[in-house]
């Protein structure tokens, strides 16, 4: 059964939903991440406090609590890569390291009395909708009733871990790199890294410093771009402490610059050929042939997603670095050996192999006639405008299907989802309202209209990547970022089915 006939299976059993118990719904949030602490916040702005988080592990942070490996940096620069009405003057750098973006979401959570919402501990292992409310219940047994359920997992939160035999006989330490075991000692070790994405690359130059021997495992060659990571001198910051409105005006520099520069995956213009020639340049700098030959992608720039690195070909070129492009055949005890036949041995291997593309969090979010989400998502992650699916009442997502993952800064796309999803509460608040969901019809005309402006993008000019989903459709925003602004500034609510009381 196809998602459109699943779903509209569904979509007309909307007749049971019985009545919210106020003005202020029970809203349950999954996940105390980026996006999740920032609905919360809106969520209090708005008068309503009657919400609950529940968060997976320990602490809150999401993706800055999960990584801490060697050099890792956000690709985002850190003025923008923060909440508007929260700026930070602080930042030590252009590119912020991850610890001080996690510090800076531990320091929100507090400043914005969100602790006491969250259960920590907690992650969620299922949410049926069931007679107009959903039922939520944790893998550790905890259950909450609630009339709107909001996703704030994100696409990229569940590790991938290669699929290569032997991997259970390696006798050294071996790792994700989104669970780095800081217990491990690194100095004079034989390291091996698999993955050449972001996470790989950043973590080269660090480990190089410490490693006897690094080597690492590369599939598929990336283009970077060597953009220089700017440190803020203190005095720099101590401006920006006071007069607050230098970090308002650097933040929205740099969001121009990037909804400047983001048109260049949506559009094959100047901008496109002015990053691709930065990409180009930058891989010429590399004067050995044969390295350059293995560094050199079989693509467009821009169609994965670019790693911003200054110092990766340079580590390449140590005499205790060393880039391997073939295969792995398998790992043994001592080491991993390639298609090649050579052993490779290593005492520490690393698995830079990023996380499940699009796994958003939930496995199972049932809809009132017992279809899972997973499944209507069984031929591709589809949604309407990124936020909503249909025959899902009260369900929101942030940072869904088709946001513009490829083209801003994910907080500047929560922000403005976060926006959107508060005016479709406040109509849930209005006594009229009880339930509502996005119609069969507008989701296959938004998605419709997705697939035709997907054609000029760089995503479609053969690659493969987490981009794009299954079926290799992109699963992102096609158009400009100012354009995401302008089309989610409010509902549009005849895209809606609405049960009134």
Known sequence: MGMDLQIETIAAARGRQTDMSSDTPRICIVGAGMSGLLMAIKLKEAGIESFRIFEKADTVGGTWRENTYPGLTCDVPSFFYSYSFEPNPDWTHRFPPGHEILAY??????????????????????????DGTWSIETAAGETMTADILIAGCGPLHKRLYPEIEGMERFEGAMFHAAAWEHDVELGGKRIGVIGNGSSGIQMMAPLSKVASQLTMFQ?????????DNRKYSERQRSRKRRFPILGKLTRRFYQLVYETFSVAVTENGIWRKIIARQCRDNLASVADPDLRRKLTPDYVP?????????????????????????GIQEIEARGVRTIDGTLHELDILVLATGYVPYAWGIDQVVGPEGLSLKQAWAQGSRAYRS????????????????????????????????????????????????????????TRAFHKSVLSAMDGTVWTTGCSSWYLDEDGVPVTWPWSAARFHKEMRQPDFSDYDLVES
């Open 105 to 130: 979401f531990e320091r929100v959570a507090e400043k914005y009395d969100l602790l006491k919402y969250i259960s920590f501990n907690q992650e969620v292992a299922s949410a049926r909708y069931d």
């Open 219 to 227: 599939r598929t060659a990336q283009w970077v771009v060597p953009l």
């Open 302 to 326: 821009m169609c994965k997603r670019l790693v911003i690195s200054g110092d990766f070909y340079p580590t390449l070129t140590k005499a205790n670095v060393e880039l391997v492009t073939d």
């Open 387 to 442: 936020v909503g699916m249909p025959g899902f009442p009260n369900f929101f997502m942030l940072v869904g299907p088709n946001s513009p993952i490829g083209n801003v800064s994910l907080i500047d796309v929560s922000e403005v989802q976060a926006a959107y999803i508060i005016q479709c509460i406040d109509r849930l608040r209005e006594k009229k309202t009880k339930a509502m969901a996005p119609t069969m019809e507008a």
